[in-house]
Nanobody, 120 residues
Framework: QVQLVESGGGLVQAGGSLRLSCVAS????????MGWYRQAPGKQRELVAT???????NSDDSVKGRFTISRDNAKNTVYLQMNSLTPEDTAVYYC??????????????WGQGTQVTVSS
């Protein structure tokens, strides 16, 4: 079993910044990929950014140059630094983690979500 606990969401004015954190805990053998997704009202959940254990990153074009994903492997933690926020970034942000439990079992877990609201 893996638990993901997110923090750092909130209300910010357009042009402001927020930093999200997500800590993974449990019987984790290996955390292959950690990432952030978001879901705005009435829309499907979409990729924001992901990062592998060796630092390879992938992000949506809409956040390139504004958002930075990073991780601390020793702490099983992934961060999302969000700068130059716009009202279009308003959404619930979900942490995701994929990897392996002991004995080679794969896992794919989601956090409970943290609200990010950007006012104009």
């Amino acid at each position: 079993q893996v638990q993901l606990v997110e923090s750092g969401g909130g209300l910010v004015q357009a042009g402001g910044s927020l930093r999200l954190s997500c800590v993974a805990s449990g019987s984790i053998f290996s955390l292959a990929v950690m990432g952030w997704y978001r879901q705005a009202p009435g829309k499907q959940r979409e990729l924001v950014a992901t990062i592998t254990s060796d630092g390879s990153q992938n992000s949506d074009d809409s956040v390139k140059g504004r958002f930075t994903i990073s991780r601390d492997n020793a702490k099983n933690t992934v961060y999302l630094q969000m700068n130059s926020l716009t009202p279009e970034d308003t959404a619930v942000y979900y942490c995701n983690a994929m990897g392996w439990l002991p004995l080679g079992r794969k896992f794919n877990y989601w956090g409970q979500g943290t609200q990010v609201t950007v006012s104009s």
